[in-house]
């Protein structure tokens, strides 16, 4: 790779801690792709919740320091590595993940987890593509074995994962029920999929949807927030219904016994535990409901990287959610 420029700007942590540990460095080496791998330059990155958990040192999955978060990376092609066939200069991709970290002007990232993205979509919605409907597929089809027809919840529904869920859900033929905590998710939440949607700030949101639902119940309920929610959500299940825990905060003191006459379950999910051929059949969704038309990705919050700080800040204690929130990254180009 011949270039004039081997520096670059991109976000660093070097302790685990609150959103003061992310600092923004212009002199960080650019990254080189090696054999089955491809440089990106970065348009923008998507912020998911969980890389506030890593950052923090709490998550169970630690990366060694110094590192620059980001997995969602959307750009074009800078340098391909070698044995990269399906790939070259100029190429619009979106990834699943990154190997140097997507805070950044540039990332590399393996073949296996970078995509075609469609003209369809703008830089900023394949962004917004990789872990949110990676991980609603997941949920919803590899691990709780959703079926048309059945009646779904999702507990937090106007953030990434939840408007993938919906949309997901709604094209496979379910009836799909929604939370939000503002007014402005809830209307967004109606506009991506779901049938109804309730405001969880209510007091009386549980006793609403259990009357939607009616005696059945819901048969399975996609948790963004299980430290908070799981007890309620158990006592919503219908016969065999399952809880999938996609995101937690802490500990949540429940009562088994709320499992036992309905035969129901909770399911832990995590992508990072994904199999290869899962991860390409969650892949196969995506491309195809992009091909389709139904898979249109909601854009939320946008900052640059100047802001990663305050963007850390917001995914967690912001009012509500609306959309897949952004790292915006200006142009720069390799001379």
């Known amino acids: ?49 969980v890389e506030t958990y ?20 959307a750009g074009v092609i800078e340098v391909v590595g070698e044995h990269v066939p399906a790939f070259k200069n ?6 699943l993940s990154t190997i140097s970290g997507g805070y950044a002007e540039y990332a590399v990232a393996s073949v296996d987890t970078v995509f075609p993205l469609s003209d369809k979509l703008d830089f900023k919605q394949g962004a917004a593509l990789g872990i949110p409907y990676f991980t ?3 949920a919803l089809f590899q691990k709780g074995d959703a079926k048309a027809g059945e009646t779904l919840l999702v507990h937090g529904a106007s953030g990434g994962v939840g408007i993938a869920t919906c949309q997901i859900a709604r094209a496979y033929g379910l009836k799909v029920l929604g939370t ?24 009386d949101y549980l006793a609403q ?36 825990i996609v995101g937690s905060r802490g500990p949540i003191e429940i009562n088994p016994r709320d499992t036992m006459l309905k035969e129901s379950s909770i399911r832990g999910i995590s992508l990072f ?41 917001d995914i967690i204690h912001s009012q509500g959610a609306l959309g897949k929130m952004l790292l915006i990254i200006p142009p720069m180009h390799l001379s």
């Open 136 to 138: 609603a597929f997941h």
């Open 54 to 73: 890593i950052r923090s040192g709490t998550y169970a999955r630690k990366p060694d320091l110094p590192y620059t978060p980001g997995s969602d990376v």
């Open 273 to 313: 535990a994904a199999s290869e051929e899962e991860l390409g059949e969650c892949a196969a969704l995506v491309l195809a409901g992009i091909e389709a038309g139904w898979l249109k990705p909601a854009v939320g919050p946008e900052y640059p990287l100047e802001k990663v700080t305050e963007a850390h800040r």
């Open 1 to 49: 790779m011949a270039t004039g420029r081997a520096v670059m700007r991109a976000v660093r942590v070097f302790e685990f801690g609150g959103p003061e540990v992310l600092k923004l460095k212009s002199d960080v080496s650019l990254p080189v792709p090696k054999a089955n791998q491809v440089l990106i330059k970065v348009h923008t990155c998507g912020i998911n919740p």
């Open 90 to 95: 100029g190429d619009r991709v979106f990834t």
């Open 180 to 203: 939000a905590g503002t007014v402005e998710g809830m209307n967004l939440v109606l506009k991506n999929g779901a049938h109804k949607v309730f405001n969880h700030r209510k007091k």
């Open 209 to 244: 949807i259990k009357e939607t639902a009616g005696e059945e119940g819901i048969d399975i309920i996609i948790e963004m927030l299980a430290n908070v929610n799981l007890a309620n959500d158990l006592l919503l299940l219908a016969k065999g219904g399952r809880v999938m």
